[in-house]
């Protein structure tokens, strides 16, 4: 089992890392793109590719931000139910999170599929729109396994 | 029989009268249906966004949809043609030729959903901050664009600065751009007379935008067959009314950028014409991109010039 | 089972997930969805799941989360931020609660780069409260602080509420803009007298600290005039057209990288570090925002917003009293919902009602804005206090806490511009002719 944690783990931490180049780099070519404008000289499309980048940065950045523990929720119940109700609490919420994020995995994949078979681009550039849906289907799977490994993970404490 | 109820997801805002002219097409299908079809209509892309919209009405999300279709770039090629720089003179020419061109050719694209009816925006044209008189002053201009218009910019000469639509107005007064293209009803409804000074009817070079009304397919053909010929009897109608509403909304456009102390200037015949020559390349690069992926694309420009030819 | 019922059910369910503990943002999505499924059908709720998060995910008008909050983080990592405090400590420190009160003119001047409350909320929140945590200020008074004044960025142009108003409404952009200054300014002044009372009320919250003389005022100045640049190229280069709002995240993150750059205050590892940190806040930001928009679908499908509006009209009670009633169910609609989903939602159907009366659509866009910034911050659904819960790991509880003080300004506040038109319509009548 921990080598299977391990092993999500990892997955999470190189998907963090697409995210992070991502984020600098929609910073870097932003920048480029004012100072290209002084000189009317704009980079065509910066929007598309912004948005794009911009996809990546946040859906990248799911399965290890659930990692970390970064999404909010409510705990004024579950910080009073100990034992075996609290259990099952955090067992059902890890459970339909799994469903959820299935869910949404296999949607988008498929929605990948439309993309890809109905060659949609961006409007601009013309872009290819089908990397992205399974970009963030393969990520909201890995979210799926970190949920997974959080009932483990309890268990083991 | 029981009620069937259909949802209508329309991208324009509540209040743009293509929303309120939607939500009359609804009132008169369940009007002449005896109330046997009712129809929730949701503007403002409320329910699905603009470039959803179309994929929204093939899976069910919506039951009927209206937006444009080259928001969803590349997935109806034959159909953008209507898109293209090829000289318009009024929105109501636009919608009959994209309704013609569409009832002509029915390209397999659309095959996923029931057409109601198709529709395109008044001549596209330049919007600027300076004065523009002749093609020589767009050199150096940074015009808001996007899509198809983007490569009607970089053929006159100018320079075509990519955003979203709703971003214009902001990048406008500021001078992060110099100018827009757009019909010359954005004016008014987007409110860029208050941020430009100058609109140029360069109609020989003018593109247009082609929007779709469609219906689920599935829900279409579960309606009886009265139902269907009664809508499409009433689809007939509302092409013409639509294209109508689109010079109306261009008048008003007009009316308003002139109140403002803002200049509307017409090219003279042999600007004009310069121009128009100037977008030819546009022209060629869409047949040789349709012919690439194998698609009849120069006979449906072939189509649509020899149509805008007799209907002029 | 008609619709009524069946969003009464989901609202309960909504309510039953928060309390089981799922993560907010997931259980806005999966009750939307399962409303969705039981109205339209499954297919169509799978479909709409998967769009939803789509164009959230690639939305570009969105990036501008990422990248202030971006700013802000390496403004943190790179030592900016404590500076920026120490120099509003030795100014104000001597006052109970000064430190916060240096908040709220930092946000207030930050406000005019970031079109984004919970940008705005996240980003002081990782800079104001390490900072006032070590000046040991109670984390009620330091959270409600910052979540309520990252609300100032609705009011204070450029608003992207604001120009998502005029675009919906048909209402001239630059006039909302200029309507939305004095009602900034003036809520911002509530911000800081509620603060002032509170901590004269109870000094042990934001403890005074000691009195600077005037030679380590100006010496404590040095590090903050170069920030004081940036903040002028950013607001500057804004308002004399060199960028968009959306592009200012990216032009500010990289003159602040410059900064510390250039002080050897930012190495590879900070920098990593900051990115870190942003990419947690977005991801939890735009989580929210995605499971917002797929609960609203769902309620939009139930025509919940169009039936409150026909009942509205039929009621013929006096303007004010509509008014009021407009303000509670943009209160209670942002409960459910995300406010800015409700706004874009609800604003085309209550226009209408509200133009018969012979209202100004500008004033109307000021009093939605106001209600709005009070939507973000009031329990149950209050994006602003999560974002700040998410960044500090402080209990929701604690900040709601630390929020009512405010909530009680805020709505005197929007009594007044209720009352008086006038406030908000002197500035656009006097510059643009109204
Ligand atoms: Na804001
Ligand atoms: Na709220």
């Known amino acids: 089992m921990s080598g299977f944690i391990r092993l999500v783990e990892n997955l999470c931490r190189y998907l963090y890392w697409v995210a992070g180049a991502s984020l600098a780099s929609m910073m870097f070519l932003t920048v480029a793109d004012v100072v290209l404008r002084l000189f009317k000289r704009p980079i065509l499309g910066t929007y598309e590719l912004v948005g794009f980048l911009g996809a990546l940065t946040i859906g990248f950045a799911i399965p290890q931000t659930s990692l970390d523990r970064g999404h909010v929720l409510m705990d004024f119940l579950t910080e009073?139910?100990?034992?075996?109700?609290?259990?099952?609490?955090?067992?059902?919420?890890?459970?339909?999170?799994?469903?959820?994020?299935?869910?949404?995995?296999?949607?988008?994949?498929?929605?990948?599929?439309?993309?890809?078979?109905?060659?949609?681009v961006s409007l601009t550039l013309h872009l290819p729109q089908y990397p992205l849906a399974y970009g963030i289907a393969f990520c909201c799977l890995v979210q799926c396994l970190v949920l997974i490994t959080d009932l483990a993970r309890k268990e083991a404490a | 029989a029981p009620t069937v109820k259909l949802t209508y997801s329309v991208f324009f805002p509540a209040s743009h009268g293509h929303s309120i002219l939607a939500m009359e097409w609804a009132k008169e299908v369940e009007k002449r249906t005896n109330g046997a079809?009712?129809?929730?209509?949701?503007?403002?892309?409320?329910?699905?966004?603009?470039?959803?919209?179309?994929?929204?009405?093939?899976?069910?999300?919506?039951?009927?949809?209206?937006?444009?279709?080259?928001?969803?770039?590349?997935?109806?090629?034959?159909?953008?043609?209507?898109?293209?720089?090829?000289?318009?003179?009024?929105?109501?020419?636009?919608?009959?030729?994209?309704?013609?061109?569409?009832?002509?050719?029915?390209?397999?694209?659309?095959?996923?959903?029931?057409?109601?009816?198709?529709?395109?925006?008044?001549?596209?044209?330049?919007?600027?901050?300076?004065?523009?008189?002749?093609?020589?002053?767009?050199?150096?201009?940074?015009?808001?664009?996007?899509?198809?218009?983007?490569?009607?910019?970089?053929?006159?000469?100018?320079?075509?600065?990519?955003?979203?639509?709703?971003?214009?107005?902001?990048?406008?007064?500021?001078?992060?751009?110099?100018?827009?293209v757009s019909p010359i009803e954005t004016l008014k409804g987007w409110k860029f007379a208050e941020v430009v000074k100058c609109s140029v009817q360069n109609f020989g070079s003018s593109y247009s935008l082609a929007f779709f009304v469609a219906m689920n397919k599935k829900k279409w053909d579960s309606l009886p067959k009265d139902i269907q010929e009664t809508i499409t009897q009433i689809n007939q109608e509302w092409i013409d009314k639509t294209g109508k509403a689109w010079d109306d909304f261009d008048k008003i456009g007009v009316e308003f950028t002139l109140a403002k102390g803002n200049q509307v200037v017409a090219l003279s015949k042999e600007e004009d014409a310069r121009w128009a020559k100037q977008v030819q390349p546009v022209l060629a690069e869409y047949v040789a991109s349709t012919k690439a992926k194998g698609l009849p694309g120069e006979e449906a420009l072939k189509f649509c010039q020899e149509w805008l030819k007799s209907n002029p | 089972m008609g619709y009524g019922e069946i969003g009464a059910l989901v609202i309960g369910l909504l309510f039953v997930l928060f309390l089981m503990g799922l993560e907010i943002g997931f259980a806005m999505a999966l009750a939307g969805f399962i409303g969705f499924a039981a109205i339209v059908n499954v297919e169509a709720a799978f479909n709409l799941v998967a769009k939803d998060i789509f164009s959230v995910f690639t939305s570009y008008s969105l990036t501008v989360i990422p990248l202030f909050v971006l700013m802000g983080q390496l403004g943190a990592s790179g030592g900016v931020a404590r500076n920026l405090y120490n120099a509003a400590f030795k100014f104000v420190g001597h006052i109970p609660g000064g430190l916060a009160i240096g908040t709220v003119a930092a946000a207030t001047a930050f406000k005019a780069i970031c079109g984004s409350s919970p940008a705005t909320a996240a980003t002081f929140a990782t800079i104001a409260i390490p900072e006032m945590d070590r000046y040991k200020y109670d984390r009620r008074l330091s959270c409600g602080t910052v979540a309520t004044v990252g609300t100032l960025g609705i009011l204070i142009p450029p608003s992207v509420v604001l120009i998502i108003y005029g675009v919906l409404t048909e209402t001239s952009i630059g006039?909302?803009?200029?309507?939305?200054?004095?009602?900034?300014?003036?809520?911002?002044?509530?911000?800081?007298?509620?603060?002032?009372?509170?901590?004269?009320?109870?000094?042990?919250?934001?403890?005074?600290?000691?009195?600077?003389?005037?030679?380590?005022?100006?010496?404590?100045?040095?590090?903050?005039?170069?920030?004081?640049?940036?903040?002028?190229?950013?607001?500057?280069?804004?308002?004399?057209?060199?960028?968009?709002?959306?592009?200012?995240?990216?032009?500010?993150?990289?003159?602040?990288?410059?900064?510390?750059?250039?002080?050897?205050?930012?190495?590879?590892?900070?920098?990593?570090?900051?990115?870190?940190?942003?990419?947690?806040?977005?991801?939890?930001?735009?989580?929210?925002?995605?499971?917002?928009?797929?609960?609203?679908?769902?309620?939009?499908?139930?025509?919940?917003?169009?039936?409150?509006?026909?009942?509205?009209?039929?009621?013929?009670?006096?303007?004010?009293?509509?008014?009021?009633?407009?303000?509670?169910?943009?209160?209670?609609?942002?409960?459910?919902?995300?406010?800015?989903?409700?706004?874009?939602?609800?604003?085309?159907?209550?226009?209408?009602?509200?133009?018969?009366?012979?209202?100004?659509?500008?004033?109307?866009?000021?009093?939605?804005?106001?209600?709005?910034?009070?939507?973000?911050i009031l329990p149950p659904v209050a994006i602003n206090a999560f974002v700040v819960a998410g960044v500090t790991g402080t209990p929701i509880g604690t900040i709601y806490k630390g929020i009512y003080p405010y909530l009680v300004g805020m709505a005197l506040c929007l009594l007044i511009l209720l009352l008086f038109p006038e406030i908000s319509l002197w500035l656009p009548r006097r510059f643009m002719g109204l």
């Open chain 2, 37 to 180: 079809v009712k129809i929730d209509v949701f503007p403002g892309a409320t329910l699905t966004p603009a470039d959803q919209c179309y994929d929204g009405v093939v899976k069910g999300i919506s039951d009927i949809g209206m937006s444009v279709l080259s928001y969803v770039k590349g997935r109806f090629p034959l159909t953008e043609v209507v898109d293209l720089p090829l000289g318009y003179t009024s929105g109501l020419q636009v919608t009959r030729l994209a309704n013609a061109y569409y009832q002509k050719m029915a390209p397999k694209e659309l095959d996923d959903v029931k057409v109601m009816y198709l529709h395109g925006h008044g001549p596209g044209i330049l919007h600027t901050k300076t004065p523009v008189a002749k093609l020589e002053d767009l050199k150096g201009l940074k015009i808001r664009c996007t899509g198809t218009s983007a490569r009607v910019v970089s053929a006159l000469g100018a320079t075509p600065v990519a955003m979203p639509q709703t971003e214009t107005y902001d990048a406008l007064q500021k001078g992060v751009v110099d100018g827009v």
């Open chain 3, 175 to 376: 006039k909302l803009f200029l309507a939305g200054i004095i009602p900034g300014l003036l809520l911002a002044f509530s911000f800081a007298v509620t603060l002032f009372i509170w901590c004269r009320l109870n000094p042990a919250l934001g403890p005074k600290g000691e009195r600077s003389t005037w030679g380590e005022r100006f010496k404590s100045l040095l590090p903050v005039i170069s920030v004081a640049v940036i903040f002028l190229l950013v607001v500057g280069g804004l308002m004399q057209g060199f960028f968009t709002p959306a592009e200012a995240g990216s032009v500010g993150s990289f003159a602040v990288l410059l900064l510390t750059l250039s002080k050897r205050e930012m190495n590879l590892k900070k920098f990593v570090r900051a990115v870190k940190d942003t990419l947690r806040i977005a991801c939890m930001v735009l989580s929210l925002i995605a499971g917002a928009t797929i609960l609203g679908h769902f309620f939009l499908i139930t025509r919940t917003p169009f039936i409150v509006a026909a009942w509205l009209e039929s009621l013929n009670a006096p303007g004010l009293v509509i008014m009021l009633i407009i303000v509670m169910v943009y209160l209670i609609g942002g409960s459910f919902i995300e406010d800015l989903a409700f706004l874009i939602l609800a604003t085309p159907i209550f226009l209408p009602v509200v133009l018969k009366m012979g209202y100004d659509p500008i004033w109307f866009g000021i009093i939605i804005s106001v209600v709005t910034m009070i939507g973000i």
């Open chain 1, 80 to 120: 009073r139910l100990k034992g075996l109700g609290g259990r099952a609490l955090y067992v059902a919420t890890r459970l339909l999170g799994v469903g959820l994020f299935a869910i949404i995995a296999w949607n988008l994949f498929l929605m990948g599929n439309d993309l890809l078979d109905k060659s949609e």
